[in-house]
């Protein structure tokens, strides 16, 4: 039987994600996932490519509050509504898309600012901004927030585990940082579904994921290393990229909990990795 293991939900693109039980389907991912982001002067996406000490920025939901905090210094925290009451918007740039945004109060974007040591500010994304998906992948003209391209990662357990039996040192599962984590199986079982349900809620992995090295910072300490990403390197390629989980698109929106079995409704053809 495969089931849910662990729902992740991650407020701010690239920033400390969130454990969940359940999570809420929306119609651009899990409810909070990457609606929030961090941009430079030029209204350009951060992340953890290129600062890997924003792993050490944490985040929590409390109510209708986001909380962010500095891993070790919790005593010094910033506080933003689910619901933005702030008015003033900016055009930001995430890969090749170019979106509306809401620019929170310059008292957040000092915050962050100084945490980061550079000028950068958070913006968070509304519900009439409409980021789609890649056309090549999409089945119903979906949307998806801040992610790098979909709403939502999935990986297998047994994937971790194989992964694991190759290296020196294991690494945990939020190298990757999915959304779903299932139990049962084998390895990249995850691979090989076109199609399945959760709960009563169709689901389908429409491209594999390919990992960029966001994976070899240890997200306890920001520190990089080559792992895991050289051994993915070699067993796990093609097409001049590392994949490692499933990105999913899904029909329905809904309430997925940890617990809930993943029914398979229809298979395809595994990866051609070199």
Not at 175 to 182: C, L
Not at 183 to 208: C, S, W
Request: glycine share 6%; net charge negative.
């Amino acid at each position: 039987m495969l089931s849910i293991s662990h729902l992740y939900v991650y407020p701010i693109k690239s920033l400390g994600g969130i454990e969940l039980t359940e999570a809420r389907l929306t119609d651009r991912g899990i409810e909070h996932d990457r609606r929030w982001m961090l941009v430079d002067e030029n209204n350009r996406f951060l992340t953890q490519r290129e600062f890997p000490q924003m792993a050490l920025l944490r985040t929590a939901i409390d109510a209708n509050e986001l909380t962010v905090y500095e891993k070790g210094n919790e005593a010094d925290t910033i506080r933003v509504n689910l619901k933005p009451t702030e008015t003033a918007t900016v055009r930001v740039q995430v890969w090749d898309d170019v979106v509306e945004a809401i620019v929170m109060k310059d008292e957040i974007n000092q915050w962050f600012s100084e945490k980061l040591n550079r000028v950068c500010k958070l913006v968070y994304m509304p519900d009439a901004s409409q980021r789609k998906v890649d056309a090549d992948y999409a089945l119903n003209n979906e949307l998806t927030g801040f992610s790098d391209a979909f709403p939502v990662l999935m990986i297998g357990q047994a994937s971790l585990d194989d992964l694991n039996s190759r290296l020196t040192t294991a690494v945990p599962m939020n190298r990757f940082r999915p959304n779903i984590v299932f139990t049962g199986g084998v390895a990249f079982e995850e691979d090989t579904m076109q199609h399945f349900r959760i709960n009563g809620i169709d689901l389908y992995a429409v491209k594999p994921c390919a990992r960029c090295v966001v994976t070899t910072t240890d997200q306890e300490t920001g520190i990089i290393a080559k792992e895991p990403l050289k051994t993915l390197a070699s067993y796990r390629a093609g097409n001049n990229k590392v994949y490692f989980g499933q990105n999913i698109l899904y029909k329905q929106e809904g309430i997925i909990r940890v617990g809930d079995e993943l029914n398979v409704v229809q298979v395809k053809e595994a990866l051609e990795l070199n």
